[in-house]
């Protein structure tokens, strides 16, 4: 699952980014000042870095040139305004790509996605689990041909399981990817989501096919044999 360190000071914005970059399969995580950059790029390693000019403690400028002079990760900055003189500089200094606020979610994730293709780390546009099949572009799964009804955060659970497919992953991690980091009840709430996914699945925590509890350990989605 591609990792995008999002860099944005507007706490609506920065909701609206992770909710619906993690549904689109990206694991998020965002930052509101330029400071926490350089330190969480050398232990995350993230595969993009998606960066708002307008920060409260720091130049967007000045980050990028910090970022350049330690890793070549793909920088797509976010303006306020289309300034050609400003996008040129930021180029010149090596951002891979920018948008102008406002921009769509449409605009923005084909971006990334082509920025992406180009360093190879893209989201699959199709993902197969013996006879699931989830489509990323299109946000919906099937089982055996038929579409099956998700609802979003279903959705993202499957998905979350599926691009690590036969891995176990542990409830934290699985639940940190949905909800984001330290919510509460958490454990409680996945293991309901769970339970909706299978039944919609046509399994359950007895009967497991797809969906596989490690006692101790986490959630696995594997193939039957
Ligand atoms: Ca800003």
Known sequence: MP????????????????????ESGYTV??????????????????????????????EGATVLSMVRAVSA????????RRNEEQIVRLLDLGADDYVAKPFTMVQLGARIRAVLRRTGSAVPQSIDVGEVNI????????LAGRLLDLRPREYQLLLTLATSQGQVLTSTE???????????G?????????SILRSKMGESATNPVYLHRVRGMGIRLAAPE
């Open 3 to 22: 990792k995008i360190l999002l860099v944005e000071d507007d706490p609506k914005i920065t909701l609206s980014l992770v909710d619906s970059l993690t």
């Open 29 to 58: 995580l965002a930052f509101n000042r330029g400071a926490a950059v350089l330190g969480s790029l050398l232990h995350s390693e993230p595969d993009l870095i998606l960066l708002d000019l307008g920060l409260p403690d720091m």
């Open 73 to 80: 990760v793909p920088v797509i900055v976010i303006t306020a």
């Open 135 to 142: 489509d990323t572009k299109l946000r919906r799964a099937s």
């Open 174 to 184: 699985v639940a940190s990817r949905i909800w984001g980091d330290d919510v509460p």
């Open 186 to 194: 958490a454990d409680g709430r996945l293991d309901a989501l769970l």
